[in-house]
């Protein structure tokens, strides 16, 4: 690859095209109470989902990222070969080796990039877009495109339904450019170890090998919740987080036009949109529509909003995002198309 030549004086990146990519399939709440203990009325009134969009077998990791991408790439107007970095973010893959990174931009006509997968569970799309956004402040990068693609489906079980109602596949990606009008303006991540042992896939890797008896058993093999995580976890360390990110940027929570939030439960985004002191109004949520797609959800949420016509020029955004690990992340931005 040749040596980045970046825009003088350019201290940071802005971004520059957003996509998506919805799996065809909508799966309603009734769908789900045909076949397990639930309701419309109960899946709605603690997640506010309605409906979800779950992966059919071509519908890929690597073909949901690739269309997401290209929608971003397209929006951007960008030639692939203007691409020098590709991170995509999942918690999902299908494989520990390889990672889906190469593979996703070659499909897009990305020449040699610097590319890899990251996994910080569903704050993975922020943690991502932490790093892109300094890799190109390093003058590492150039132009970099930022993927959340998500079949968790594949590791959900479709008999559990604290898992399954909640549960989605999608995508959604960014592509950032080096400027001298920075638009992504602060990021911090955190992690807390401690909480480790409440939620993931326990099987499949060296530790825990997958056996005749893993697989006839169902349960370490698929996503869990085994120990419930606190309700403070995120309705006393969203408010936390964000905080420190738009005091980083100079602003208070009522400058913040756009607020996007982990997707997975309605009512925690409304109590720490209280805790914080501003309109449910300024929240953005598409759960209703389309489930958690982890990883995925923020970028989603994001294509959403602008294509809705919720942004404007000169909006500040804040992207907070959490999940396993523990793993959080947020993201201060001020939108610049």
Known sequence: MSAIQL????????????????????????????????NDEWIQSRVGIAERRWASEDETLVEMAVAAGGKAIAASGLAPDEIDLVIVASASL????????????????????????????CAGFCYALGVANDSIRAGSSRNALVVGVERLTDVTDQNDRTTAVIFADGAGAVVLEATADPGVLASELYADGRLAPGMGVFAGGTAEPITEAVLRDGYRNRLRFVQKYPASVNEEGWPRIARSVHARVGAGAEDVDLWLWTQVNRSTIETVMETLGVPMARAHTIMDKWGYTGSACLPMALDDAARGGRLAAGDLVVLTGSGAGLSMGCVALRWRP
């Open 7 to 38: 825009p003088a004086g350019s201290p940071g990146a802005r971004i520059l095209g957003l996509g998506a990519y919805r799996p065809r399939r909508r799966v309603t709440n009734d769908e789900l109470a045909q076949v397990m203990d639930t």
């Open 94 to 121: 299908r494989a520990p080796i390889p990672g889906i990174g190469p593979q996703v931009a070659h499909r897009l006509g990305v020449p040699r990039p610097g590319s890899f997968d990251l996994n910080a569970g």
